[in-house]
């Protein structure tokens, strides 16, 4: 029996290099090892806990999908799908909530951090509890949408609901992956049952991916506002990369780095070569860097890591024939296991039918 790989990625726009390397890259190269049952898709119910324009929530779905394509994922290979094309997963998302506790989805950084977004409120304290009062409060309440406060609870039924052992994702999604598991432990133990698995992270033994963002601190992220997307076009690419945060230079051999420095070198260990890395890394010891020459080469190696996936983005997105097709049969074979999951599930619960 081959181990199940499932992971996927929302639907909020074009895909940066912080999904690539965190995610995406990962998917492909785990196809193409040959030796798992993979399994990816587009995650466009969690996309609607941030409000998407309707009008253009589909094309978001289609230019990830087209995306993936791109990057060399192959419906022949992989299935691949759109989460609401297997409307088990909402149905299993109602039952399993039944056994989630308020007081942990709220405690979910990622939900703390979209809150504070949608109140307007500025920390950096991942702890602060006064975001708690606050989102309980009269006024407040009304823009927390209880889908937000829920998606860790989506996210594990999209995992669970597919048996899956193995997720590839980025550093920002480990806590989601750790509640996934608490509830896959809860539903065992209160139903007395040996049921779902608890799937782990893959990184193919490396630790986990965190991409960080050209403004100097953080991660790349959409809303961020910081990021180098696949389709970026070459020329807007450079610039983003020459204007990239950096600082005055060392000013001793073999000072520490700071932040923004460190930030750069991450990226380049991802798209140049080690001999590349070593030599800044020498010049940086040796303080003659210059971070100019450094940002070229950067922006160089990423072009072409995005280059021939962007032309090939561009190729796919207008096939449409080619994209139905593809998640068409993704659908069919992702709905064949969260179907049987669903009805197992409602047999532990005591959902029966009459008929
Ligand atoms: P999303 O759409 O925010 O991100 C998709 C993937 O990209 C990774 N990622 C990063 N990795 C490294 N550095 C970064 N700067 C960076 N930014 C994003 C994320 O870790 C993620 O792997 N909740 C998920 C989508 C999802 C899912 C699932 C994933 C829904 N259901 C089931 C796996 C399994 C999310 O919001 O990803």
Do not use: W
């Not at 029996?1 to 726009?13: D, N, P, Q, Y």
């Not at 480990?174 to 209160?190: C, D, P």
Request: charged content about 30%; overall charge neutral.
């Amino acid at each position: 029996m081959k181990e199940i790989v499932l992971s996927g990625i929302r639907a909020t726009g074009q895909l940066h290099l912080g999904n690539y390397y965190g995610a995406l890259s990962k998917f492909v190269r785990m196809q193409e090892e040959g030796v798992y049952d993979s399994n990816f898709f587009i995650a466009d119910l969690h996309a609607l806990t941030t409000h998407p324009d309707p009008k253009i929530l589909h094309n978001n779905v289609k230019s990830i999908l087209s995306e993936y394509l791109a990057a060399g994922l192959d419906p022949e290979k992989s299935t691949i799908f759109v989460q609401s094309d297997v409307p088990e997963i909402s149905e299993m998302f109602l039952l399993l909530n039944m056994h989630v506790g308020i007081g942990e989805l709220m405690r979910t950084a990622s939900f703390k951090d979209k809150a504070r977004k949608q109140l307007g409120i500025k920390t950096d304290n991942d702890n602060d509890d006064n975001i708690e009062k606050e989102i309980i409060g009269t006024d407040s309440n009304k823009r927390v949408n209880a889908g937000l406060l829920t998606y860790p609870t989506l996210m594990a039924v999209d995992i669970l609901i597919q048996h899956a052992d193995l997720v590839p994702v980025g550093k920002d999604q480990e806590q989601h992956l750790e509640l996934t598991r608490r509830f896959a432990r809860r539903f065992n133990s209160v139903y007395g049952v040996e049921y779902f698995k608890e799937p782990a992270n893959f990184n193919f033994g490396g630790n986990a991916v965190k991409v960080p963002g050209l403004d100097g601190s953080g991660k790349m992220g959409k809303s961020e506002g910081n990021c180098i997307y696949l389709l970026d076009e070459e020329k807007v690419l450079r610039k983003k990369v020459m204007r990239a945060v950096t600082d005055e230079g060392p000013k001793a051999p073999n000072s520490p780095m700071s932040e923004p420095i460190k930030n750069l070198f991450t990226l380049l260990e991802l798209v140049s070569t080690q001999d590349k890395v070593k030599f800044f890394t020498d010049a940086y010891n040796d303080c003659s860097i210059r971070y100019g020459d450094l940002k070229k080469e950067l922006a160089e190696d990423i072009i072409k890591v995005t280059a021939p996936i962007r032309e090939r983005i561009i190729d796919i997105q207008n096939n449409d024939e080619y994209l139905a097709k593809a998640v068409k049969m993704g659908a069919e074979k992702a709905r064949a296991r969260a179907s049987k999951t669903l009805e197992e599930v409602r047999e532990i619960m005591g959902i029966k039918r009459f008929f």
